[in-house]
C-alpha cells in the first residue's frame, strides 16, 4: 500500500492517510434498530435508536450515506476548544494536543456530515487556521532541521507526512555525513583494538 | 458565629459572548409582592428567569427579549408589572407573572444600568451610561422628565417612599437629590460613595429606608452612611467587618436590619437601631444582589456567577421578625402629594392611578386588565386575599378597602399568624401534565411528547401550529406527514398504531377537543375527533385498540380506536396525569389537597380496558416536597414514577404491591446535569441529560438518550462493596418478577414457559456469582454471620460448592463447616422435594408446577430455615416438571426424573457443574449424611447401581 505514489522513499498520498484515519472511532448516534455488526475489527452494536454508539468512522460515514444516523461531531471539534488550541498554536512553539488524525477527520465529516455539525462555517474556518498555523510551524522547523535541536511531539499524521520524504532524505544525508566522519572513527578504533589486542599478549607475554 | 453554608442554584450561566469576559457579571434579583415568585437575570444573559418560589424545582420561565444581558430589573409596587432595563440599550415592560411582553417602553444610546418604579407604579425611572435619568409614564410610554446633573454613568436609583424625592448616584460616587415635582437637585453629595471606575459588574447603589426617613449609601470606609431625608447630612454609619467596599445593599421589609454585601464576599445582617451586626455569611462569589421576601424571614441573594439562593430565617427567632411593624408611610406621610393621595382610590379596584393617567403598570387595555386581576383574586382562596391585603411591600401604600378590617386584625396578630398564612399559600397542588412534554418556549418547537418509540413535536405560529411526528426508528416505523393544527393542541400521545391529540378550551368558541389519527388503516378518512362542552381535556393515553382521555369533571372516557365511546368513569379527584400500555391504563390522580409541608397527596389506579377489570391501586409515593414529573411504563410493563427529586420508583407486586426506588439522581449526579426521563427496562434508565440550567431538553439540536444503571438507594455499609449489593438486589427483583411471569403464564393457558425458564436459570447463575462476591468481600471484612446467610441464598450446589472451596482458601474452616452443613441440609431436601415432586407429576399427569412447590416445603425437616429452599429449590423442580411435562413422558416416576436431568444441566451450559455438584454429593454421601443413605433404599435400588453415583439428581430419583 504504501509507496504507490512516492517513488523515492516510502511516502503515502493524502487518500491513503485518510484511508488509515477511517479507523478512527467516532459515536454516532443510529436511527434505527440493528443487532450488532462483526467484523474483522471487532464487533460493534447492537444499536438502538437515539442512543449514542462508538463505531469506526468508515462505518459511521457509511451509514450516514444511508441516512442511518447521525454523526456526533468528536469532543475536540468544539468551537470552544478550537479557539482555544488555534491561540495555543499562535502563542507558543510547541505543537497542541489534538487528534493524530484531526485533519483527517474533520475533512471527512465537513464533506459528508456537514449537517451534524452545528456552526460548521466556523468550526472550519477555525480547523483551517489551525492547520494552516501548524503546516507553517511544521515548515519553519524544518529550516531549522537538525536532528536534536526540533521537538516533534503532538505532530498530526498529515504533517508527518507532509515532512516524511523530506525529513527521511534529510536524516540519511545526516548518517551518510556522520558516517563519513565515522568511518575514519571506526577504522581508528579498528587499528586501535588489534594493537589493545596486541598489547595484551604482551602483557602477559611480559611476566614470563 | 455559626458556620453555615448557603446553597446556590444556577439561574444565569456566564456566556463569554456578551460583556463580562472575566466571568463575573452584575445579576438582579427580586420577589413579587405576595413572595410567590423570584425574577433574577444577569448581564451576561439575555434571560430573565421567573421562579415559582413555591415549587423551586420548576423550570423558571425564561423571558427572551432582550438582545444582550439584563442588567436591572424593577417590579411595581402591586407585581403586575415587570421592568427590565438592558445592555442593548432598551427598557422593556412585561406583565407578571405571567410573563407576556407588553412593549419597549423607552431607549437609550447606551447600556441601562438602574431602573426604579416609583410608589404607585405609574412612573418608571431609567437611567445608565447616558447622561441623564428618564422618568417615564408607565401607561403611554412618554418620558416625563428628564433629569441631568451626573457626570458618571447612574448605577443607582431609588424613589423616596413617600414619593417627594428621587435619589440617585453614579459610578463616580456622587449622589443627587432630586425633587419631583420640579426636577431639580436639591441636594448634591460629591464622592461619598466609593468610585466603581469601569467595571460593570459592580455598581454603586443606594436605598431609602422602607419609612423614608433615611437614604443608606455605602460609604468609602467599608461602611453604610445614612443620610438624612429632607437635609441630606450624614445621621450615622454601620461600620463593622466588612474589610472591603460594599456592593449591594438592602433594607428588611420593616426598616429594623439591613443586609449588606460587600467585595469581601461576606453578607452582613445589621440591626439597624444597635448599628450593630447580628449575623453573618461568606460566600465563594461576591454577591451582587439581595431581596428580603415580603412575607417571611428570608433573605434571596444571587452573586456575580449567576447562583442565587435563599437564605431563610436570618434573623435569629429570639430577634423581631424583618417584617414585623411594616411602617405604614401612607399614614405617616403627612406631606403627601396630590397625586400619591389619589393613588389610593384606583388600588382598591385592583390597578392604580396616577396624576391623570388612569391605570399603572399596564400599557394593555386597562378593562381587559381589571377583568384578569379580578378573576384571579376570584380564584384565590380567602387566605391568600388577606395575605394579599397585608403582606404589602413598605412601599405599598393603599390596602384594598375591602379587606381593611382582616389587616388590621392581622397587624395586630402575632407572626405565628402570618406565617400560618403563608404556609396555606405555599402549598400547591400540582397541576396535570402529560408524562413527556416540555413547556412553551415563545418561537422555539417544543415536544408534546417524547417516548421510547417517537416524539410529537409543535411550534406555534400565529393562530395556528405546526405539528410534526418522528419515530426514533426511521426504518421502521410510519412515515407520517407533518399536520397543521388549528386547535393549539397541547397534549399528545404516540404509539405504534397512531396518536391522540387534545387541546385545553378557550373561551367559548374554541372548545376542547380530542383527535386521534391512526397511522395506517384499511379505510379512508379514519381519524375522528370529540367535542366536549362545559368539559375541558387534562390527560391523554393512548394504548393497543384504546384511547383514553381525562377531563376537568374527572371522568375517564375510553374510546375505541375507530372512536366509539365505550366506557365513561368518574375518578376521585382531579387528574394529575396518565399512562398506557398495551391494555393497560395507568391514571394519577389528587387524593386530596396537599399537606402543609407542601407534599403532594397522589393516588394511583392501573386499569385493565381489554379485561374492564382495576388490577392495582394505591397511593403514590414522592420525595418530601416532590411533585411528579414523569410517569409510564417500563419496556417490561412495569409502572415506574419519577419525581421532581430525581428518584425513579418502580411498581412491583413484591409485598402486595409496593413501589421500590430504583435510582436516585442524587447518588449518581454529576455536577449540575438534570435527567429527564423518557422510559425504562429491566436494567437501564433511558435519560436525556440536560446541562445545569436546562431541565428540559429542547427539540433542536435533537437529544439524545443516555442510559443510567438502575441503582437502589443503599445506605453505606460496612462492607464497601456498594456496587455487589445493589446487583443483589437487582437480580432479586428480577427473579421475583420472572417467576410472577412464569406463574401469570402457566396458569393463563399453559402457554410454554422454556425461555422465561432459560432467563430465570441464567438470571439465577448471574445470582450465585453475585452471591459469591459478597461473600468474599463479607469473609475479607469479617462479617461472618452475613457470609452464612448469603450462603443459604446460593441457589446452584456447585455455587456452594464453590464457596466452600472459598471459606477454606481464605482459611476460616469454622465457616466451611457450618456452609458444609448447609450444604447437607440442602441436599436432604432436595432429595425428599424431588422425590415427592416427581410422584406429583406422575399422579396428576398435568404436573402443575405450584403443587410441586407446595408439596415440597412441608417435606422438608422442620430444624431447616425456610427461606433458602423456599428460595431457590422451588424453581428448580418447577423446571425439571415443565421440562418432564413437555416431553410428555411421564408414565413412570424413575424415568421422568433421569429423563429430565441432562437437560437440566446442558441448559445451564455446564457440564462442570454437574460434576462438581456431583462430586459434592459424592463426598457427602461418603462421609456424613445419614438421611441420604437412610432414603436410598425401596424398589429403585438396582437402578442407582447399574450406574455409577455420578449425579445429584440420580440420587435424589432414588
Same mark, same amino acid.
Given at each position: 500500500?504504501?509507496?504507490?505514489?512516492?517513488?523515492?522513499?516510502?511516502? !503515502?498520498?493524502?487518500?491513503?492517510?485518510?484511508?488509515?484515519?477511517?479507523?478512527?472511532?467516532?459515536?454516532?448516534?443510529?436511527?434505527?434498530?440493528?443487532?450488532?455488526?462483526?467484523?474483522?475489527?471487532?464487533?460493534?452494536?447492537?444499536?438502538?435508536?437515539?442512543?449514542?454508539?462508538?463505531?469506526?468512522?468508515?462505518?459511521?460515514?457509511?451509514?450516514? *450515506?444511508?441516512?442511518?444516523?447521525?454523526?456526533?461531531?468528536?469532543?475536540?471539534?468544539?468551537?470552544?476548544?478550537?479557539?482555544? &488550541?488555534?491561540?495555543?498554536?499562535?502563542?507558543?512553539?510547541?505543537?497542541?494536543?489534538?487528534? !493524530?488524525?484531526? &485533519?483527517?477527520?474533520?475533512?471527512?465529516?465537513?464533506?459528508?456530515?456537514?449537517?451534524?455539525?452545528?456552526? &460548521?462555517?466556523?468550526?472550519?474556518?477555525?480547523?483551517?487556521?489551525?492547520?494552516?498555523?501548524? !503546516?507553517? *510551524?511544521?515548515?519553519?522547523?524544518?529550516?531549522? !532541521?537538525?536532528?536534536?535541536?526540533?521537538?516533534?511531539?503532538?505532530?498530526?499524521?498529515?504533517? &508527518?507526512?507532509?515532512?516524511?520524504?523530506?525529513?527521511?532524505?534529510?536524516?540519511?544525508?545526516?548518517?551518510?555525513?556522520?558516517?563519513?566522519?565515522?568511518?575514519?572513527?571506526?577504522?581508528?578504533?579498528?587499528?586501535?583494538?588489534?594493537?589493545?589486542?596486541?598489547?595484551?599478549?604482551?602483557?602477559?607475554?611480559?611476566?614470563? | 458565629?455559626?458556620?453555615?453554608?448557603?446553597?446556590?442554584?444556577?439561574?444565569?450561566?456566564?456566556?463569554?459572548?456578551?460583556?463580562?469576559?472575566?466571568?463575573?457579571?452584575?445579576?438582579?434579583?427580586?420577589?413579587?409582592?405576595?413572595?410567590?415568585?423570584?425574577?433574577?437575570?444577569?448581564?451576561?444573559?439575555?434571560?430573565?428567569?421567573?421562579?415559582?418560589?413555591?415549587?423551586?424545582?420548576t423550570t423558571?420561565?425564561?423571558?427572551?427579549?432582550?438582545?444582550?444581558?439584563?442588567?436591572?430589573?424593577?417590579?411595581?409596587?402591586?407585581?403586575?408589572?415587570?421592568?427590565?432595563?438592558?445592555?442593548?440599550?432598551?427598557?422593556?415592560?412585561?406583565?407578571?407573572?405571567?410573563?407576556?411582553?407588553?412593549?419597549?417602553?423607552?431607549?437609550?444610546?447606551?447600556?441601562?444600568?438602574?431602573?426604579?418604579?416609583?410608589?404607585?407604579?405609574?412612573?418608571?425611572?431609567?437611567?445608565?451610561?447616558?447622561?441623564?435619568?428618564?422618568?417615564?409614564?408607565?401607561?403611554?410610554?412618554?418620558?416625563?422628565?428628564? %433629569?441631568?446633573?451626573?457626570?458618571?454613568?447612574?448605577?443607582?436609583?431609588?424613589?423616596?417612599?413617600?414619593?417627594?424625592?428621587?435619589?440617585?448616584?453614579?459610578?463616580?460616587?456622587? $449622589?443627587?437629590?432630586?425633587?419631583? +415635582?420640579?426636577?431639580? /437637585?436639591?441636594?448634591?453629595?460629591?464622592?461619598?460613595?466609593?468610585?466603581?471606575?469601569?467595571?460593570?459588574?459592580?455598581?454603586?447603589?443606594?436605598?431609602?429606608?422602607?419609612?423614608?426617613?433615611?437614604?443608606?449609601?455605602?460609604?468609602?470606609?467599608?461602611?453604610?452612611?445614612?443620610?438624612?431625608?429632607?437635609?441630606?447630612?450624614?445621621?450615622?454609619?454601620?461600620?463593622?467587618?466588612?474589610?472591603?467596599?460594599?456592593?449591594?445593599?438592602?433594607?428588611?421589609?420593616?426598616?429594623?436590619?439591613?443586609?449588606?454585601?460587600?467585595?469581601?464576599?461576606?453578607?452582613?445582617?445589621?440591626?439597624?437601631?444597635?448599628?450593630?451586626?447580628?449575623?453573618?455569611?461568606?460566600?465563594?462569589?461576591?454577591?451582587?444582589?439581595?431581596?428580603?421576601?415580603? $412575607?417571611?424571614?428570608?433573605?434571596?441573594?444571587?452573586? $456575580?456567577?449567576?447562583?442565587?439562593?435563599?437564605? #431563610?430565617?436570618? /434573623?435569629?427567632?429570639?430577634?423581631?421578625?424583618?417584617?414585623?411593624?411594616?411602617?405604614?408611610?401612607?399614614?405617616?406621610?403627612?406631606?403627601?402629594?396630590?397625586?400619591? #393621595?389619589?393613588?389610593?382610590?384606583?388600588?382598591?379596584?385592583?390597578?392604580?392611578?396616577?396624576?391623570?393617567?388612569?391605570?399603572?403598570?399596564?400599557?394593555?387595555?386597562?378593562?381587559?386588565?381589571?377583568?384578569?386581576?379580578?378573576?384571579?383574586?376570584?380564584?384565590?382562596?380567602?387566605?391568600?386575599?388577606?395575605?394579599?391585603?397585608?403582606?404589602?411591600?413598605?412601599?405599598?401604600?393603599?390596602?384594598?378597602?375591602?379587606?381593611?378590617?382582616?389587616?388590621?386584625?392581622?397587624?395586630?396578630?402575632?407572626?405565628? #399568624?402570618?406565617?400560618?398564612?403563608?404556609?396555606?399559600?405555599?402549598?400547591?397542588m400540582q397541576e396535570a401534565f402529560q408524562p413527556g412534554v416540555t413547556p412553551v418556549q415563545?418561537?422555539k418547537r417544543r415536544f408534546l411528547c417524547y417516548n421510547m418509540l417517537g416524539t410529537i413535536t409543535t411550534m406555534e405560529?400565529?393562530?395556528y401550529s405546526h405539528i410534526e411526528i418522528d419515530?426514533?426508528?426511521?426504518?421502521?416505523?410510519?412515515?407520517v406527514?407533518a399536520m397543521t393544527d388549528h386547535f393549539g393542541f397541547t397534549m399528545a400521545c404516540l404509539n405504534?398504531n397512531g396518536s391522540v391529540f387534545a387541546n385545553p378550551c378557550k373561551g367559548?368558541?374554541n372548545m376542547s377537543t380530542l383527535m386521534y389519527r391512526p397511522f395506517?388503516?384499511?379505510?379512508?378518512?379514519?381519524e375522528w375527533s370529540m367535542r366536549f362542552e362545559g368539559e375541558e381535556v387534562k390527560v391523554v393515553a393512548l394504548g393497543?385498540?384504546w384511547v383514553a382521555a381525562i377531563t376537568s369533571l374527572n371522568y375517564l372516557r375510553i374510546f375505541?380506536e375507530?372512536g366509539?365511546q365505550?366506557?365513561i368513569?368518574?375518578l376521585?379527584g382531579p387528574a394529575v396525569t396518565a399512562s398506557g400500555s398495551?391494555?393497560?391504563l395507568a391514571v394519577v390522580t389528587h387524593?386530596?389537597?396537599?399537606?402543609?409541608?407542601?407534599?403532594?397527596?397522589l393516588?394511583?389506579?392501573?386499569?385493565?380496558?381489554?379485561?374492564?377489570?382495576?388490577?392495582?391501586?394505591?397511593?403514590?409515593?414522592?420525595?418530601?416536597?416532590?411533585h411528579l414529573i414523569w410517569f409510564g411504563f417500563?419496556?417490561?410493563?412495569? @409502572?415506574?414514577s419519577y419525581?421532581?427529586?430525581?428518584?425513579?420508583?418502580?411498581?412491583?407486586?413484591?409485598?402486595?404491591?409496593?413501589? %421500590?426506588?430504583?435510582?436516585?439522581?442524587?447518588?449518581?449526579?454529576?455536577?449540575?446535569?438534570?435527567?429527564w426521563v423518557v422510559g425504562?427496562?429491566?436494567?437501564?434508565?433511558?435519560?436525556?441529560?440536560?446541562?445545569?440550567?436546562?431541565?428540559f431538553p429542547?427539540v433542536?439540536?435533537?437529544?439524545?438518550?443516555?442510559?443510567?444503571?438502575?441503582?437502589?438507594?443503599?445506605?453505606?455499609?460496612?462492607?464497601?462493596?456498594?456496587?455487589?449489593?445493589?446487583?443483589?438486589?437487582?437480580?432479586?427483583?428480577?427473579?421475583?418478577?420472572?417467576?410472577?411471569?412464569?406463574?401469570?403464564?402457566?396458569?393463563?393457558?399453559?402457554?410454554?414457559?422454556?425461555?422465561?425458564?432459560?432467563?430465570?436459570?441464567?438470571?439465577?447463575?448471574?445470582?450465585?456469582?453475585?452471591?459469591?462476591?459478597?461473600?468474599?468481600?463479607?469473609?475479607?471484612?469479617?462479617?461472618?454471620?452475613?457470609?452464612?446467610?448469603? $450462603?443459604?441464598?446460593?441457589?446452584?450446589?456447585?455455587?456452594?460448592?464453590?464457596?466452600?472451596?472459598?471459606?477454606?482458601?481464605?482459611?476460616?474452616?469454622? %465457616?466451611?463447616?457450618?456452609?458444609?452443613?448447609?450444604?447437607?441440609?440442602?441436599?436432604? /431436601?432436595?432429595?425428599?422435594?424431588?422425590?415427592?415432586?416427581?410422584?406429583?407429576?406422575?399422579?396428576?399427569?398435568?404436573?402443575?408446577?405450584?403443587?410441586?412447590?407446595?408439596?415440597?416445603?412441608?417435606?422438608?425437616?422442620?430444624? /431447616?430455615?425456610?427461606?433458602?429452599?423456599?428460595?431457590?429449590?422451588?424453581?428448580?423442580?418447577?423446571?425439571?416438571?415443565?421440562?418432564?411435562? +413437555?416431553?410428555?413422558?411421564?408414565?413412570?416416576?424413575?424415568?421422568?426424573?433421569?429423563?429430565?436431568?441432562?437437560?437440566?444441566?446442558?441448559?445451564?451450559?455446564?457440564?462442570? @457443574?454437574?460434576?462438581?455438584?456431583?462430586?459434592?454429593?459424592?463426598?457427602?454421601?461418603?462421609?456424613?449424611?445419614?438421611? @441420604?443413605?437412610?432414603?436410598?433404599?425401596?424398589?429403585?435400588?438396582?437402578?442407582?447401581?447399574?450406574?455409577?453415583?455420578?449425579?445429584?439428581?440420580?440420587?435424589?430419583?432414588?
Open positions: 500500500m504504501a509507496g504507490q505514489s512516492g517513488s523515492q522513499l516510502s511516502l !503515502f498520498t493524502p487518500d491513503e492517510v485518510e484511508f488509515v484515519a477511517e479507523d478512527e472511532l467516532v459515536e454516532i448516534v443510529p436511527n434505527l434498530r440493528m443487532d450488532s455488526l462483526n467484523f474483522i475489527c471487532g464487533d460493534y452494536g447492537p444499536f438502538y435508536p437515539q442512543i449514542a454508539i462508538q463505531v469506526p468512522l468508515w462505518l459511521a460515514l457509511a451509514l450516514k *450515506k444511508r441516512g442511518k444516523c447521525t454523526i456526533r461531531p468528536p469532543q475536540w471539534m468544539s468551537i470552544e476548544n478550537l479557539t482555544q &488550541v488555534l491561540e495555543g498554536e499562535r502563542e507558543s512553539h510547541a505543537f497542541q494536543t489534538l487528534p !493524530f488524525h484531526y &485533519v483527517e477527520i474533520s475533512r471527512l465529516l465537513f464533506d459528508r456530515a456537514r449537517d451534524d455539525i452545528p456552526d &460548521v462555517y466556523m468550526v472550519r474556518s477555525l480547523v483551517e487556521d489551525i492547520r494552516d498555523v501548524r !503546516f507553517h *510551524k511544521v515548515e519553519t522547523n524544518l529550516e531549522n !532541521f537538525t536532528a536534536s535541536a526540533v521537538t516533534w511531539k503532538n505532530m498530526a499524521a498529515m504533517e &508527518v507526512n507532509i515532512i516524511r520524504a523530506f525529513s527521511g532524505r534529510a536524516l540519511q544525508a545526516f548518517y551518510r555525513h556522520e558516517n563519513e566522519q565515522a568511518v575514519p572513527d571506526l577504522d581508528r578504533t579498528q587499528d586501535r583494538q588489534p594493537q589493545n589486542l596486541n598489547d595484551r599478549p604482551r602483557r602477559n607475554l611480559r611476566p614470563r | 458565629m455559626k458556620i453555615r453554608t448557603l446553597k446556590l442554584r444556577e439561574a444565569h450561566k456566564p456566556s463569554p459572548g456578551y460583556g463580562a469576559a472575566n466571568g463575573s457579571s452584575f445579576c438582579s434579583i427580586l420577589w413579587d409582592q405576595q413572595a410567590r415568585h423570584l425574577v433574577t437575570a444577569s448581564s451576561s444573559d439575555s434571560g430573565i428567569s421567573i421562579h415559582d418560589a413555591l415549587l423551586p424545582s423558571p420561565k425564561i423571558l427572551r427579549h432582550h438582545r444582550d444581558g439584563v442588567t436591572a430589573l424593577a417590579l411595581s409596587p402591586n407585581s403586575t408589572c415587570l421592568a427590565s432595563g438592558s445592555i442593548d440599550n432598551s427598557v422593556k415592560l412585561y406583565r407578571f407573572p405571567g410573563g407576556e411582553f407588553e412593549t419597549n417602553i423607552t431607549r437609550f444610546t447606551l447600556p441601562i444600568r438602574a431602573l426604579a418604579f416609583n410608589q404607585s407604579g405609574s412612573m418608571l425611572a431609567a437611567a445608565g451610561d447616558d447622561d441623564g435619568i428618564k422618568l417615564i409614564n408607565t401607561v403611554d410610554g412618554s418620558i416625563a422628565r428628564v %433629569l441631568k446633573g451626573h457626570k458618571g454613568s447612574v448605577t443607582g436609583l431609588a424613589f423616596d417612599p413617600m414619593g417627594e424625592y428621587l435619589a440617585s448616584v453614579d459610578s463616580m460616587g456622587t $449622589v443627587l437629590f432630586w425633587e419631583l +415635582q420640579s426636577g431639580t /437637585i436639591l441636594h448634591t453629595l460629591k464622592g461619598v460613595a466609593p468610585n466603581t471606575g469601569l467595571d460593570t459588574s459592580l455598581v454603586n447603589i443606594l436605598s431609602w429606608s422602607p419609612d423614608g426617613e433615611m437614604l443608606a449609601v455605602p460609604g468609602l470606609k467599608n461602611d453604610v452612611v445614612m443620610y438624612d431625608r429632607d437635609t441630606a447630612e450624614k445621621v450615622f454609619t454601620l461600620r463593622g467587618d466588612h474589610l472591603l467596599p460594599l456592593c449591594f445593599l438592602s433594607w428588611s421589609p420593616n426598616g429594623k436590619y439591613m443586609a449588606t454585601s460587600g467585595l469581601d464576599r461576606q453578607v452582613l445582617i445589621w440591626d439597624v437601631l444597635k448599628k450593630q451586626d447580628i449575623d453573618r455569611q461568606k460566600f465563594e462569589d461576591r454577591i451582587c444582589c439581595m431581596a428580603w421576601k415580603p $412575607v417571611g424571614n428570608t433573605l434571596a441573594v444571587v452573586d $456575580v456567577s449567576g447562583k442565587y439562593g435563599l437564605w #431563610e430565617s436570618v /434573623i435569629p427567632s429570639s430577634m423581631k421578625s424583618p417584617t414585623d411593624d411594616i411602617p405604614q408611610s401612607s399614614k405617616k406621610s403627612n406631606g403627601l402629594m396630590l397625586f400619591e #393621595e389619589e393613588g389610593q382610590e384606583p388600588c382598591s379596584s385592583g390597578s392604580l392611578g396616577d396624576l391623570g393617567e388612569d391605570s399603572v403598570g399596564e400599557s394593555g387595555p386597562p378593562s381587559r386588565k381589571r377583568i384578569r386581576k379580578r378573576s384571579e383574586f376570584d380564584e384565590d382562596d380567602p387566605a391568600e386575599n388577606t395575605l394579599d391585603g397585608f403582606g404589602l411591600l413598605p412601599q405599598r401604600m393603599a390596602p384594598k378597602r375591602t379587606h381593611y378590617s382582616a389587616r388590621e386584625h392581622l397587624d395586630k396578630g402575632s407572626n405565628e #399568624e402570618l406565617r400560618s398564612t403563608a404556609m396555606s399559600v405555599r402549598s400547591k415563545p418561537g405560529y400565529d393562530g419515530f426514533h426508528d426511521t426504518s421502521r416505523g410510519p412515515r406527514p405504534e367559548d368558541k395506517s388503516s384499511w379505510a379512508n378518512n379514519s393497543v385498540h375505541t375507530g366509539l365505550k366506557h368513569l368518574s376521585d398495551k391494555n393497560q387524593a386530596s389537597s396537599c399537606l402543609p409541608s407542601s407534599d403532594q397527596v393516588e394511583f389506579q392501573v386499569f385493565d380496558i381489554r379485561n374492564g377489570t382495576r388490577p392495582s391501586r394505591g397511593r403514590l409515593p414522592l420525595s418530601p416536597g416532590s417500563s419496556e417490561e410493563g412495569l @409502572l415506574s419525581d421532581s427529586k430525581g428518584v425513579l420508583r418502580v411498581f412491583t407486586s413484591q409485598y402486595g404491591g409496593s413501589w %421500590l426506588p430504583l435510582f436516585s439522581a442524587n447518588k449518581t449526579k454529576k455536577s449540575d446535569e438534570n435527567y425504562l427496562n429491566a436494567n437501564k434508565l433511558f435519560c436525556i441529560v440536560c446541562k445545569s440550567t436546562e431541565v429542547q433542536m439540536p435533537k437529544p439524545i438518550l443516555t442510559l443510567l444503571d438502575l441503582s437502589f438507594p443503599l445506605a453505606s455499609s460496612d462492607l464497601g462493596a456498594d456496587v455487589l449489593e445493589n446487583e443483589f438486589i437487582l437480580n432479586n427483583l428480577h427473579l421475583f418478577q420472572i417467576q410472577k411471569r412464569i406463574e401469570e403464564s402457566s396458569s393463563d393457558d399453559g402457554r410454554d414457559t422454556t425461555e422465561l425458564d432459560d432467563e430465570a436459570f441464567s438470571t439465577e447463575a448471574a445470582q450465585d456469582r453475585c452471591i459469591l462476591r459478597l461473600i468474599a468481600s463479607c469473609c475479607n471484612s469479617d462479617k461472618l454471620v452475613r457470609a452464612t446467610e448469603l $450462603v443459604k441464598l446460593l441457589t446452584l450446589e456447585k455455587s456452594m460448592k464453590g464457596a466452600i472451596k472459598l471459606v477454606t482458601a481464605l482459611k476460616l474452616p469454622n %465457616l466451611a463447616d457450618r456452609f458444609n452443613s448447609i450444604l447437607e441440609e440442602r441436599m436432604l /431436601i432436595e432429595t425428599k422435594g424431588m422425590s415427592e415432586t416427581a410422584g406429583v407429576a406422575v399422579s396428576q399427569g398435568s404436573g402443575l408446577a405450584r403443587n410441586g412447590t407446595a408439596s415440597e416445603v412441608p417435606s422438608g425437616p422442620s430444624c /431447616i430455615p425456610s427461606s433458602s429452599t423456599t428460595l431457590s429449590a422451588p424453581r428448580f423442580f418447577k423446571k425439571v416438571v415443565n421440562r418432564g411435562e +413437555q416431553k410428555g413422558r411421564n408414565d413412570h416416576n424413575l424415568q421422568t426424573a433421569r429423563e429430565v436431568q441432562p437437560e437440566v444441566a446442558s441448559s445451564g451450559g455446564s457440564t462442570e @457443574l454437574r460434576t462438581a455438584a456431583a462430586a459434592g454429593t459424592q463426598e457427602l454421601n461418603g462421609t456424613s449424611n445419614p438421611f @441420604l443413605k437412610s432414603s436410598s433404599n425401596g424398589p429403585t435400588k438396582e437402578t442407582t447401581s447399574q450406574r455409577p453415583p455420578s449425579n445429584p439428581f440420580k440420587k435424589s430419583a432414588k
